[in-house]
């Protein structure tokens, strides 16, 4: 919605197929005041359990107290450390700690993984994938309605609702770093890429204790575990080599764990409140990164474990609707789009590959590769003129109109106005890009200094085409502008619902 149609990069966007500008009314706002409750309440929460398990480990390794003001301390160096990240911004702060944690986390695991049961960590992954798959419905739908315990509400309902205030802010800041990618990458590399890494990471962690306790009798580790949760990881490692290094090893990476979670989620939360701006003032960011912190210090105060938990089922209750009216939109987003790109294709006219007696010319302009100059020239002259006279043919009609260049980047564009509905947009610019291998022989690709060359691509607003127009003359380019404004007008009439076609302008293309 942000990158494609032009929206502001927050929840209220999803709502745009079943809203529309009802999105920037009281609706967008209240969509966005419950992603930013549930964010602030979801890594308070984690906050908040991040410092108990930091606490238990210098407590393992240093014999530090178990206490409130330990981990309270715990909270406000994680904060600190999250504050400097996201004033440094997403390329000095936020990505250098995400690379040294993945590193930390790769290197935990491998080392468990080559000193534990190895062989029995194997088997047991493929068996516990497959267990999962297999159970997967059944365990999301069971309330346990016929056997009476407290452990749905206090960790089922709770991990539903932890991962529901997380939603907006993975999502949003996934969304943010993933410009340009589609949707099966996205899929495959924020949906089943990092599942199946958690499978193999409770697995060698999970089954690394279970089997201590079921193969090699170390039982104690049951009792340990259920005394005090935040010591299980530490406990575990006690019983493999090298405990005190590893333990010392985990606390690192927890704290990398949740400055990261903090830092992005500072990133997300500040973009939320400014209406889904990307680049913000610092001071915006360093104020959410504190109030994080300070949520965390005072739930842990008020009320421990339970409190953070209540405050995450309560903050994520109001936010699931909205998670599922998000998905309806998105799929009707999905069908207008899908209903687009299959009109046009079915309403494609084929006039711009017939070109009459100027054959010739255009099979010499698709085999030379042409100097910006050329390039250029063409754009000034050829195209401006084209535009220049299909624009004086609407205004006749009573059509808005106009034509412009931009010197910068040089492009020339025409732009059609009717009324809300009707914004055509037929931008021809120049691109550099390298010369393909095969235009060269052999010889002349040891002696060629001419490594890029230039194109005249068009541009829609909904995008580039990636054909270059380059040799057409005047007829050419007024029957290719004509198709698209056809192909673009069939789709208006006949298209499901609407968004707005309103396409970051790939600037980026042009430098």
């Known amino acids: 919605f942000a990158f494609r149609h032009g929206l502001p990069l927050s929840m209220r966007s999803a709502f745009y197929p079943l809203i529309g500008e009802k999105i920037y009314g009281p609706i967008g706002h209240a969509i966005d005041v419950f992603a930013i409750l549930g964010t602030m309440f979801g890594i308070a929460t984690t ?127 996934i969304a943010k770093i993933s410009r340009g990618r589609t949707i099966r990458q996205f899929v495959v590399g924020v949906m089943l890429v990092p599942s199946i890494f958690t499978f193999l990471w409770f697995s060698v962690f999970g089954d690394t204790a279970l089997n201590a306790i079921m193969e090699r009798g170390y039982t104690e580790l049951v009792s340990q575990v259920q005394a005090d949760k935040a010591v299980a990881l530490f406990q575990l490692f006690d019983h493999l080599p090298w405990s005190t290094l590893v333990s010392f090893l985990a606390v690192c990476l927890i704290v990398t764990f949740f400055v990261t979670s903090s830092d992005s989620g500072s990133l997300v939360v500040d973009s939320l409140a400014s209406g889904g701006v990307l680049e913000t003032p610092a001071w915006q960011r360093i104020f959410w990164a504190v109030l994080e912190g300070a949520i965390a210090s005072v739930l842990l105060l008020a009320g421990g474990l339970s409190a953070l938990q209540t405050m995450t089922m309560v903050s994520a209750l109001p936010f699931a609707i909205v998670i599922l ?26 006039s711009r590959h017939m070109t009459g007696s100027q054959w010739r010319h255009r099979l010499t302009a698709m085999i030379r590769y042409p100097s910006r ?86 541009f829609l607003r909904r995008g580039g085409r990636s054909y270059d127009v380059f040799g057409y003359d005047e007829v050419d380019i007024i029957r290719d502008m004509l198709d698209q404004f056809e192909n673009y007008l069939h789709f208006l009439n006949v298209a499901p619902g609407k968004l707005p076609w309103e396409m970051a302008e790939h600037d980026d293309l042009l430098r």
């Open 373 to 458: 100059e050329e390039v250029e020239s063409f754009i000034r002259e050829t195209a401006m003129s084209s535009m220049n006279k299909v624009v004086e043919e609407l205004r006749k009609a009573g059509w808005d109109a106009t034509v412009n260049f931009d010197e910068q980047f040089i492009r020339a564009e025409l732009v059609v106005n009717r009324d809300e509905h009707v914004g055509f947009i037929y931008d021809i610019r120049l691109i550099t890009t390298p010369v393909p291998e095969y235009a060269y022989s052999s010889r002349e690709a040891k002696v060629s200094d001419a490594h890029e060359y230039c194109r005249a691509e068009v």
């Open 47 to 173: 906050l908040g359990l991040s410092a108990a398990q930091i606490n238990a480990g210098l407590n393992y390794l240093w014999d530090v107290p178990v206490g409130n003001m330990v981990q309270i301390s715990a909270i406000a160096i994680v904060t600190a450390l999250a504050t400097v990240s996201v004033v440094a911004g997403m390329d000095k702060g936020v990505k250098r700690l995400s690379i040294l944690n993945m590193v930390l986390a790769v290197t935990l695991m491998l080392f468990v993984f080559v000193v534990g049961p190895t062989v029995h960590i194997l088997e047991s992954f493929v068996q516990n994938t497959g267990s999962y798959l297999s159970n997967i419905v059944e365990r999301t739908f069971n309330l346990q309605a016929y056997t009476h315990s407290d452990w749905i509400g206090n960790w089922t309902l709770f991990i539903f609702s932890w991962t529901i205030a997380w939603a907006p802010f993975v999502g949003l800041f």
């Open 325 to 350: 009216l998000a998905a309806v939109g998105m799929w009707r987003a999905l069908v207008i789009e899908g209903h687009r790109e299959t009109s046009l294709q079915a309403h494609m006219a084929h």
